[in-house]
């Protein structure tokens, strides 16, 4: 990467020694009679800045590279303890041991006379960092935990880590150490990765000068006394000057800064520039000058690559301590440069968090003794009893006798770090111990022999855990719960610390109490102003009908892994305890109910912490998930499928409302957005759409309004006065592990992850869509978006209706005790992308917006979908990634292929119609990619021949199967939607073979709407043959749908196209 610095190149631009180049003379190295005291005189002399630590470094030492590396050393030229940096050292002195080194310099270059060092390694507490250029750390993650186990820097950056959105956080993570990363998006290779130590707080800082700068990573670290700007940066060779000159610009942002220190590290490809002159070419005058003027020094002299200083380390405000330039990194050309900084590290070790728990052994139970002593029990009391409290209790009691005696109980521990036997660690002290004594680079290669030798059994264990679960009967299930375990094995869910006014906490019980606090804030502590509601309802519904099978069948839809609520009695008890369950749970519901009362017991909730994005200690970077107990949900689904179906027939339900009703879905709700929207554009008009976020929607609904409007949909005593116990006098108690916090009162809202609480909000919200008159509104629960449309030259008069509208919602979130967040409401017009319209939510400005994502799918303001396939090809490719690096058996793979990854380019694959050729094309290569990968690149089958060796069928096909489907279930009205679907009529009075069950066509005159599902598809459906066509049931019609799916005339065409074999000819 370049060639060898030059010094008096006629082509170099002379600079001024830096003052760290007048106090070192024309050779690095520190002359004898140079103390600490002089170095002082020295530093006021040149006004350098007061915090430099009063130190300078010997000359670094090239390492043997057969056996031996060396650490410079500090002097001191009294026995008494230095004021290091303001820091007091009261360590013990020691002499450092002289090895024999293979140096250009001789032994008579080191320091005579100096009695009194220091040797500072691993034992310090000082801030260390390992620079490391790893040319792909992807397949060297054991040699890296090998380095970090025997250095254990404060910081390791990495530069050219050849990163990708393919490789999930999960296989980079490392136990004791928070992962950053920055990769490079336009291209392969580049990138930074930037390993911090959780010992101390460590997060992202962002800037917008600094941002620009690519292939970079800064962090905000503070240490005891301070903060630190940490940058990384990989500066790509041939770097295009205007880069350059970003990079200078934030080398003189970066001294400006608010930090005590600042370094910046990385490989920045600068091998003709001198950095004992600071002189170079022209071309780097711009960053010679910024670091000039703006104080920066860099401190690694010895070369890095060959005979080149590539690998860089700038300081400002602080000279290191020592700095080192030891062994090339496994399978790289660089050197890894080893620095510490004399800064103290808050090296305090973490608290341990209890990683021990203990848990039930599901998979080893004894069921069907568990059946017999629930059978066998004496149930008397239980059954003679009308007091809910004590059958309850009973019941509770019972069931957790039987679960003890027929469950057994195991004791696990969580790591992220793969566990070591006690062979392989004691052999890892010692190697430790040999390196640190002699500095043998041997012992390193020898504790990658260690390391690998772990990991190689853990997969042999591994390929152990594949074959038992694939033998099972149910061995998807099985599979992909191999899955949940390995992914959830590699992440830290722990919560080490939160920072809270300014102090970072690090008790596991302060943080659940701050966690606990933060989320009780969400709700409303006060009911809103009450009013009368009229009642819309001709009918009305005051109990449920519980029985034995709609008890069953609610049990059926339980998630056998689900979490257990405050009862600790999991679902899967429910699932394996037979028919006996069922009448216990009657007996309990009909009390509860015929009472009007909700159980007191059911209304504690667990509340756990889930990290959204952003730093990991920062408390509003955490949502919490509620976990109600198993009882109360199987009892939620009985009353929520029966008040469904009052609120379908009565017609009560907006029907633009898509949100948690039955045939309704995301998909439902798209189709007839996207159907409007091309439909108006195809008349040649704007489309103006309003989007709304209402902020923490359930956690704010009023409990009394909420009561007012169940009311007015006919909802009467008990079942109304059932509904107002489950809503009120709730508590909820955050779970961090094994710490809980103190109960916290819930004064509104509906608990958004219990089953009932969606469709009570719902029924809230339901009214809010009459706000609108002249805009057509699309709901999926709190999800609304408004279309208008509009002639160019009418849009002054609909920017008057749409800011009367937008003041009418503004004015109903009001009275209905919401709040709408204007920073994340916007407006998109598609037609017009300069269309201007002044806009106003609560007096502040409407945000224009160019693209957005909706209920999961991205779009811009174009109807371009590239960004979403860009998005979902990604998050599909980290996740095959990780199942194609920890599973070995070919058929598991396949099996959580189809599973897990398939399902996520197949979401709202009606959108596919309206793709481009190249986003087709993308989304087929992970299938083709796939394919290859599991066949070990046999070259010798194309991507057709693979399929039909793994079992897969081609995404396109797989896509136009479903797509004919989900246009039958239209058709036949087997799923909601709002448009409308014409059948030919038969006014001939005789039937035509070739007309029967065929669609009207709708005349259409724009591409977009040509291409959209509901028109291309209608095509395709009349070119089925008739007796697909007059399929009648959906098992039918599937059945039949696969003849014609192989049919020359419905898949191919007479193109040409050298495309065909891979996503067919129709491009859908």
């Known amino acids: 990467m370049g060639s060898p610095n030059v010094e008096g190149d006629n082509s170099t631009i002379l600079r001024p020694p830096s003052i760290y180049s007048d106090l070192m003379g024309s050779d690095t190295s520190l002359s004898p009679s140079i103390t600490v005291s002089s170095l002082k005189s020295s530093l006021t002399e040149h006004d350098h800045p007061p915090n430099t630590p009063p130190i300078h470094l010997t000359h670094p030492i090239l390492p043997n590279t057969r056996e031996h590396t060396s650490f410079a050393k500090i002097t001191y030229d009294h026995l008494s303890p230095v004021n290091y940096a303001g820091i007091k050292l009261n360590k013990q002195e020691r002499r450092a041991n002289t090895p024999t080194f293979s140096s250009s310099h001789s032994k008579s270059d080191k320091p005579q006379g100096l009695q009194h060092t220091i040797l500072l390694d691993k034992h310090s507490s000082f801030l260390t960092l390992m620079l490391i250029n790893a040319r792909s750390i992807q397949n060297k993650m054991t040699q890296l935990r090998a380095l970090l186990l025997l250095h254990n820097p404060s910081l390791v950056l990495i530069t050219e880590s050849w990163l990708s959105s393919d490789i999930t956080d999960t296989y980079l993570q490392i136990d004791t150490y928070e992962l950053f990363r920055c990769d490079r998006v336009t291209k392969k290779g580049g990138g930074c990765l930037i390993y911090a130590s959780k010992n101390m707080r460590t997060e992202i800082f962002s800037d917008h000068i600094l941002s620009k700068v690519p292939d970079s990573m800064w962090l905000t670290v503070h ?17 295009p000057s205007l880069t350059d000159t970003i990079i200078s610009e934030s080398f003189a942002k970066a001294a400006s800064l608010d930090f005590a220190y600042k370094i910046v590290c990385g490989d920045f490809n600068l091998p003709t520039i001198n950095w004992k002159t600071h002189s170079g070419p022209p071309c780097y005058e711009g960053i010679l000058r910024s670091l000039d003027i703006h104080g ?7 070369p890095t690559r060959n005979h080149n200083i590539l690998d860089l380390i700038f300081c400002h405000n602080v000279t290191p301590a020592s700095m080192v330039v030891g062994e090339k990194f496994h399978n790289s050309d660089h050197k890894i440069v080893f620095c510490t900084l004399p800064i103290l590290a808050k090296r305090k070790k973490l608290k341990t968090l209890n990683t021990c728990f203990q848990y039930r052994d599901y998979t080893n139970a004894d069921w069907s003794n568990f059946r017999f002593l629930m059978k066998h029990s004496d149930w008397n009391t239980f059954f003679t009893s009308d007091n809910l409290l004590e059958t309850l209790e009973i019941f509770n009691t019972t069931t957790k006798s039987a679960l003890d005696t027929t469950i057994p109980s195991k004791i696990a521990f969580k790591t992220i770090a793969p566990y070591i036997n006690q062979k392989a660690k004691s052999k890892l002290r010692k190697l430790r111990k040999t390196y640190f004594t002699s500095k043998d680079f041997s012992a390193l290669h020898q504790v990658y022999s260690v390391l690998e030798g772990v990991q190689s059994h853990h997969n042999k264990n591994k390929q152990t855990e594949e074959r038992t679960a694939l033998t099972a009967a149910s061995k998807v299930q099985n599979v992909c719960r191999l899955l949940e375990k390995r992914m959830m094995k590699n992440k830290d869910h722990n919560i080490h610390s939160l920072l809270h006014d300014g102090v970072t906490y690090y008790d596991q019980t302060v943080i659940c109490e701050l966690l606990s606090e933060w989320f009780s804030q969400n709700g409303n502590t006060s009911n809103a102003p009450d009013f009368n509601i009229k009642c819309i309802s001709k009918s009305y519904i005051s109990t449920i009908n519980f029985d034995i099978r709609s008890i069953h069948t609610a049990i059926k839809t339980l998630k056998p892994n689900a979490s257990s609520g405050v009862d600790d009695i999991p679902s899967i008890l429910y699932k394996m305890s037979g028919p006996d369950i069922h009448t216990l749970l009657l007996k309990i519901y009909t009390l509860s109910l015929e009472a009007g009362t909700y159980p007191e017991a059911w209304k504690v909730t667990y509340v756990l912490p889930k990290h959204k994005s952003g730093p990991r200690n920062l408390v509003g970077n955490y949502r919490p998930i509620n976990i109600t107990p198993v009882i109360s949900r199987i009892m939620e689904k009985v009353i929520q499928s029966q008040l469904s179906d009052h609120l379908l027939k009565e017609e009560l339900i907006d029907p633009t409302q898509h949100g948690f009703i039955r045939t309704r879905s995301c998909s439902t709700c798209l189709i007839d957005f996207f159907n409007e929207v091309t439909r108006i554009r195809d008349q040649k008009k704007l489309v103006i759409i309003l989007y709304f976020d209402i902020k923490k929607a359930f956690d704010k609904v009023p ?5 007012n409007r169940l009311q007015s949909v006919g909802i009467i005593n ?5 509904i107002k116990s489950f809503l009120t006098n709730r508590y909820q108690i955050t779970k961090l592990n094994s710490t809980t916090s103190t109960p916290r009162p819930i004064t509104s809202g509906v608990v958004q992850d219990s089953v009932l609480g969606p469709l009570l909000f719902i029924i809230y919200i339901n009214n809010i869509c009459k706000c609108f008159t002249t805009g057509k509104t699309y709901l999926y629960a709190d999800d609304l978006k408004v279309i208008y449309k ?11 209706t749409i800011q009367h509208e937008l003041n009418k919602v503004d004015d109903w979130c009001k009275r209905w005790g919401l709040e709408l967040n204007t920073e994340k409401c916007g407006w998109l017009c598609i037609g017009n992308t300069s269309l201007k319209l002044k806009l106003a939510l609560n007096k502040n400005p409407l945000l224009r917006l160019t693209s957005v994502t909706d209920l999961g799918v991205h779009y811009s303001d174009s109807l371009n979908f590239s960004e979403h396939i ?8 980290r996740l095959l990634g990780f199942i194609l690096r920890n599973f070995f058996q070919k058929e598991t793979k396949i099996i959580l292929y189809k599973t897990c990854v398939r399902p996520i380019v197949e979401y709202c694959s009606f959108l596919f119609s309206n793709l481009r050729l190249s986003d087709i094309l993308k989304v087929e290569g992970i299938q083709r990619d796939f394919t290859r990968k599991i066949l070990k690149n046999d070259q010798l089958t194309d991507y057709k021949s693979r399929c039909h060796i793994l079992g897969l069928e081609p995404l396109w096909k797989r896509r136009l199967r479903s797509n004919l489907i989900l246009y039958f279930k239209l058709l036949k009205n087997l799923t909601y939607s709002t448009c409308n679907i014409a059948l030919y009529q038969n006014s001939h009075g005789y039937n035509l073979r070739d007309k029967v069950s065929t669609v009207k066509i709708e005349k259409h005159r724009s591409k977009t709407r040509e291409n959209f599902f509901l028109i291309k598809y209608a095509l395709i459906w009349n070119s089925l043959p008739s007796e697909v ?28 196209t050298s495309h065909t074999d891979i996503i067919g000819s129709l491009h859908i």
């Open 790 to 800: 509009t002639d160019i030259g009418d849009v002054r008069s609909t920017m008057q």
């Open 296 to 302: 920066w020094q860099q401190h690694v002299n010895l």
């Open 718 to 722: 008990p079942l109304l006065q059932w």
């Open 703 to 707: 409990h009394n309004l909420l009561i």
């Open 870 to 877: 860009s998005t979902k090809a990604s998050q599909t490719r």
């Open 223 to 239: 240490t005891l006394e301070c903060k630190i700007l940490i940058g990384c940066i990989y500066r790509a060779p041939n770097t």
């Open 1029 to 1056: 066509r007059m399929a009648d049931k959906l098992h039918t019609f599937t059945r039949l749908i696969n003849q014609p799916l192989t049919s020359i005339d419905l898949v191919q065409t007479n193109t040409s």
